[in-house]
């Protein structure tokens, strides 16, 4: 089993940053099976949309085009950990972020993601 704790979240301004964090832990097989990392958002009245994905060698990165340039993903494998650092942040930005792992690599599609953490409220203000 697979366990993701995410933390980091908040109340920012506009224009202003933030940087969340997902700690994965379990038995070191479940976490070697883990081949991709990725980052979900899910804004109140909307439906969950994929944010960035990572690699577990991160030697693959992919950005939805809504945080492109503005937000980046990253990983500390050492410390079975994957950021999300999120700069100018606006209002669009205000959701319930989620980490979630998956047994296959390059997948933005949630349905590939069996393992999810209980999510983080990033609340940007304007």
């Known amino acids: 089993q697979v366990q993701l704790v995410e933390s980091g979240g908040g109340l920012v301004q506009a224009g202003g940053s933030l940087r969340l964090s997902c700690a994965a832990s379990?038995?070191?097989?479940?976490?070697?099976?883990?081949?991709?990392m990725a980052w979900f958002r899910q804004a109140p009245g909307k439906e969950r949309e994929f944010v960035a994905r990572?690699?577990?060698?991160?030697?693959?990165?992919y950005y939805a085009d809504s945080v492109k340039g503005r937000f980046t993903i990253s990983r500390d494998n050492a410390k079975s950990t994957v950021y999300l650092q999120m700069n100018s942040l606006n209002a669009e930005d205000t959701a319930v972020y989620t980490c979630?792992?998956?047994?296959?690599?390059?997948?933005?599609?949630?349905?590939?993601?069996?393992?999810w953490g209980q999510g983080t409220q990033v609340t940007v203000s304007s």
């Open positions: 979630a792992a998956s047994w296959f690599a390059g997948q933005t599609a949630a349905a590939s993601y069996t393992v």
């Open positions: 990572i690699s577990w060698r991160a030697d693959s990165i």
């Open positions: 379990g038995r070191t097989f479940s976490l070697n099976g883990i081949k991709g």
